[in-house]
């Protein structure tokens, strides 16, 4: 399996943005699709983004379009998360995804997870 470390994240006030980077080690990376989730306290953990293998189509659950971008560089081997207009909703610890034979669209499905990192949105 894919290994996944991500950086970036922490504390902003809101309407602030973050970025959050993801990379990846030990498998051919451009073989995954990857995505973001996250999981806020007492919450099961949720789908944010998905991008395809190629970078060529991207999903994203409906309350964060229009604010956060995925996207990936498999020359880098990494995946990023671009957060704008961030709002207190969003605070969350975020987690990257590899998924190796699907879109990376549920939990059931992802092969790799990441540490996960910490967005706190403050109003």
């Known amino acids: 399996q894919v290994q996944l470390v991500q950086s970036g994240g922490g504390l902003v006030q809101a309407g602030g943005s973050l970025r959050l980077s993801c990379a990846a080690s030990?498998?051919?990376?451009?073989?995954?699709?990857m995505g973001w989730f996250r999981q806020a306290p007492g919450k099961e953990r949720e789908f944010v983004a998905a991008?395809?293998?190629?970078?060529?189509?991207?999903y994203y659950r409906d309350s964060v379009k229009g604010r956060f971008t995925i996207s990936r560089d498999n020359a880098k081997n990494t995946v990023y998360l671009q957060m704008n207009s961030l709002k207190p909703e969003d605070t969350a610890v975020y987690y990257c995804?590899?998924?190796?034979?699907?879109?990376?669209?549920?939990?059931?499905?992802?092969?790799?997870w990441g540490q996960g990192t910490q967005v706190t949105v403050s109003s």
């Open positions: 995804a590899a998924d190796r034979d699907n879109s990376a669209l549920t939990v059931a499905r992802i092969d790799s």
């Open positions: 030990g498998h051919t990376f451009s073989n995954y699709a």
């Open positions: 991008i395809s293998r190629d970078g060529s189509r991207t």
